[in-house]
């Protein structure tokens, strides 16, 4: 601001006029500004020829800048990078492997099946299923031999012939349950174990 500046306002009051230049001068303090009443104010008499006062205020010193808001040069330090954790690592190849485990996935079993009774030809697939396939057999009360089957015919190109868990017995129905929906929840968790444990999928059904 010029140092020459100078305005005039009025008010019912000296005091009243001067806050008000001092807001139209921009805000400054009232040790900017040199006062001068130019008038003082009448009431006059019955209301009648009622004067404001009257004030001219001169600036005579520019007030000081603000001060400016320091801006920062500090470097922040690299965000540190999570070592591996392998138990998260085996988590997520677990959940790759459930995905892979159809639970609506269904084989159409033909009677051309041959049993397996040399334990020198299962392979660690099997031998892994059919442990945990007992196990849950035994946690629902299930007493039921587990009989290994091998599909005699060719499988869809690119995989193997799977293995045929069968579960022998009478009274089998509560275990087959609705529409074969309890047999076939057997079998998706039964793959789901085993495909865990084998770190692949299992190519297992349950019958």
Not at 28 to 49: A, H, K, N, Q, Y
Not at 74 to 101: C, D, L, Y
Not at 111 to 136: N, P, S, W, Y
């Amino acid at each position: 601001m010029s140092s020459e500046r100078s305005i005039e306002t009025t008010g019912e009051s000296v005091e009243e006029a001067i806050s008000k230049g001092l807001a139209e001068l921009g805000g400054v303090s009232p040790t900017d500004v040199i006062v001068e009443v130019l008038e003082e104010p009448s009431r006059g008499m019955f209301g009648l020829g009622a004067r404001p006062a009257r004030v001219r205020l001169q600036l005579f010193r520019t007030p000081a800048p603000a001060t400016p808001t320091p801006v920062s040069t500090s470097v922040s330090a690299p965000t540190p990078v999570a070592p591996s954790n392998p138990t998260r690592e085996k988590q997520e190849q677990e959940e790759s492997f459930t995905a892979e485990v159809d639970e609506d996935e269904g084989i159409s079993l033909l009677e051309d099946m041959q049993e397996v009774t040399d334990e020198a030809l299962l392979d660690e697939d099997v031998r892994v299923a059919k442990v945990v396939l007992g196990e849950l057999l035994d946690k629902m009360e299930i007493l039921r031999p587990v009989i290994i089957v091998r599909r005699a015919i060719k499988a869809e190109e690119g995989e193997g012939n799977p293995w045929l868990l069968d579960i022998t017995g009478p009274n089998l129905n509560a275990l087959i349950g609705r529409r074969g929906e309890t047999l076939n929840a057997l079998q998706y968790i039964t793959r789901l174990i085993s495909s865990r444990e084998l770190q692949h999928r299992a190519n297992i059904v349950v019958d």
